[in-house]
């Protein structure tokens, strides 16, 4: 069981294309749809004009965005 429950309005992060996110492979998103403890529906705050308002769907909770899996998962901020 993870120890933090996604629910709508939190921000988690994603991975993007550097190309289309002013060269960072990640972005913050807000979940806007939560499916289950692992699944949820999200919109990325992009750091560039051309992908600003991007959805994604059904995107899977992974440890680490270093993990494989393409566009389609999520994680948790880091904790400092």
């Not at 959805?55 to 993990?67: G, H, I, K, N, Q």
Request: glycine fraction near 4%; aromatic fraction near 4%.
């Amino acid at each position: 069981m993870p120890e933090q429950q996604p629910s709508v309005g939190r921000i988690v992060r994603v991975p993007m294309d550097p190309a289309a996110n002013n060269g960072s492979d990640e972005a913050p998103a807000v979940i806007t749809r939560v499916w289950n403890d692992t699944t949820v529906n999200v919109r990325i705050l992009a750091d560039s004009a051309p992908k600003a308002d991007e959805w994604r769907t059904s995107l899977v909770l992974v440890e680490s965005l270093a993990e494989s899996g393409g566009l389609c998962r999520w994680t948790w901020p880091e904790r400092v």
